[in-house]
């Protein structure tokens, strides 16, 4: 592995040149008049796949924003591996909370300070890095193909929809997915990411009278809709924190001891977390620790409820409407199509007939999950042993990146989530860093992950 590592040495500023170049281009998804920017970091990225030793790289124009593709075969017959990234990134109000330009990238206490410099610029960065080291060295032991995006942080919708015809799947066909955009538990506990939760939310509104009505005059002859609602919702959790909806857990994968020990050895305090959140006391399901809870178990939450009077003083009614916003947060194998069907269900089931019942649904997300026996896990573990001389832990993360979910799906492929990012790098916030010595090292893992990958 020395001349990887002295490669990397030798060429090392020119890698944070030409990521610089990427970072410069201010490309916000989310804002319209930064449209001119995502082709040109589209076009950016084209090029530096080609200068790193790509056969070919093309833009690929969608209904969205452009993707980038970019290809290396040098053996049908060999195992091709598919990198993921994004190019687009988050907008960078407020700008005054920012110490540095957002998009004028500065090296400082060993960092690159930009929107971007972790997410995703710098990590997908040190794919097409690890690629051109591989190519150099004559050690590109398999295919690579590059697919970057530039909409995934508002929920890749042009991708999603790319990847569904035939001709495209053909286009992207690989054995495994690597994707370089997650975080490690902590800068001395590398971890691969093993768990993505998914989710399925909507409002759920109850109508009783057709107006608010006077509470002693009709008060005890029809329902109260807040009194319903509060009285369905309060049904769907028992004592021990768990979900009574009939079916519900049918789907839930259950961990293995081996995999429950595995994730509980991330650095964690109840202490440090109570504090962290503001709360004396934790509360959960029953059985497991907070990592457990977070990783890898499903939730449900009232993320908003309104109805009635709530202003100055007082008025006495019984309100025409209520309305809740509610939450649940899916783990593998739960499919979010299902169950948003069994808890509507379920809602109708109890809803009394003195109230009429609505549902809106909103976008619907599938969890995500890497087994830790997968061979190509323990490609990736040991890229990682490799290089930070300790077993990384699998760590399940609470959250979503849904097109990963969807690449399963559509592309029948699983993605080993090889992040190097840190809670500490202000993604999405001001300041976002990314550490140049991470930056190095992603770039030397990705190798070794190739090397093993190939290997098995
Ligand atoms: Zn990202």
């Given at each position: ?182 975080d490690m538990v902590s800068?001395e506990v590398p971890s691969i990411t093993t768990g993505l939760r ?39 959790l028992d004592k021990r924190g768990h979900i ?5 857990y049918?789907?839930v994968l259950t961990c293995s001891p081996e995999e429950r020990e595995l994730i509980n050895r991330a650095p964690y305090s109840d202490e440090a977390y109570k504090k962290s959140v503001g709360v004396e006391v934790l509360h959960g399901e029953e059985g497991y620790t907070t990592l457990e809870r977070i990783g890898i178990r499903p939730t449900f939450d ?26 649940f947060r899916l783990v593998a194998?739960q ?32 969890p995500?999950i890497c087994p830790i ?18 077993q990384p832990i699998p760590a399940h993360s609470g959250c ?23 809670g ?33």
């Amino acid at each position: 592995m020395n001349s990887v590592k002295e490669y990397i040495e030798q060429h090392k500023d020119r890698f944070v040149e030409e990521l610089f170049s990427l970072i410069r281009i201010p490309s916000i998804s989310s804002e319209s008049e930064h449209k001119g920017d995502m082709q040109r970091c589209a076009e950016r990225w084209c090029q530096l796949l080609k200068e790193a030793g790509a056969d070919h790289a093309e833009i690929i124009a969608t209904t969205g924003n452009p993707l980038v593709y970019g290809e290396k075969i040098i053996d049908p017959a060999k195992k091709t591996v598919l990198v993921y990234g994004h190019y687009d990134v988050m907008p960078v109000t407020p700008l005054e909370l920012w110490e540095t330009e957002p998009f004028e990238p500065v090296i400082k206490d060993g960092k690159i300070w930009a929107r971007g410099a972790d997410d995703d610029k710098g990590q997908s960065f040190m794919q097409a890095k690890a690629f051109e080291t591989m190519v150099s060295l004559d050690k590109l032991p398999c295919n690579v193909k590059f697919l970057l995006e530039g909409e995934e942080e508002i929920g890749s919708p042009a991708l999603k929809e790319w990847i569904q015809e035939p001709a495209h799947k053909q286009k992207v066909k690989a054995d495994v997915i690597l994707v370089s955009d997650t975080d490690m538990v902590s800068a001395e506990v590398p971890s691969i990411t093993t768990g993505l939760r998914g989710l399925v939310k909507f409002e759920m509104r109850l109508t009783g009278p057709d107006h608010d009505l006077h509470s002693g005059d009709f008060g005890g002859t029809v329902s109260n809709p807040i009194n319903v609602l509060s009285e369905m919702i309060g049904t769907v959790l028992d004592k021990r924190g768990h979900i009574t909806i009939p079916g519900f857990y049918d789907d839930v994968l259950t961990c293995s001891p081996e995999e429950r020990e595995l994730i509980n050895r991330a650095p964690y305090s109840d202490e440090a977390y109570k504090k962290s959140v503001g709360v004396e006391v934790l509360h959960g399901e029953e059985g497991y620790t907070t990592l457990e809870r977070i990783g890898i178990r499903p939730t449900f939450d009232v993320c908003g409820i309104q109805g009635g009077y709530s202003g100055e003083g007082f008025k006495t009614i019984i309100p025409s409407v209520a309305w809740a916003k509610l939450s649940f947060r899916l783990v593998a194998s739960q499919d979010p199509k299902r169950i948003a069907r069994l808890v509507e269900n379920y809602f109708r089931s109890i809803c009394p007939e003195s109230v009429k019942i609505e549902f809106t649904f909103y976008e619907k997300g599938m969890p995500y999950i890497c087994p830790i026996d997968l061979p190509e896990y323990k490609a990736a573990e040991k890229a990682m042993q490799d290089t930070y001389g300790i077993q990384p832990i699998p760590a399940h993360s609470g959250c979503s990146i849904s097109i990963v979910s969807d690449f399963e799906q559509e592309l029948g492929l699983k993605s080993i989530l090889l992040g190097f990012g840190l809670g500490a790098d202000n993604i999405h916030a001001p300041n976002e860093n990314y550490r140049l010595d991470r930056f190095y090292k992603g770039i030397e893992t990705a190798v070794a992950f190739f090397q093993h990958y190939a290997e098995d």
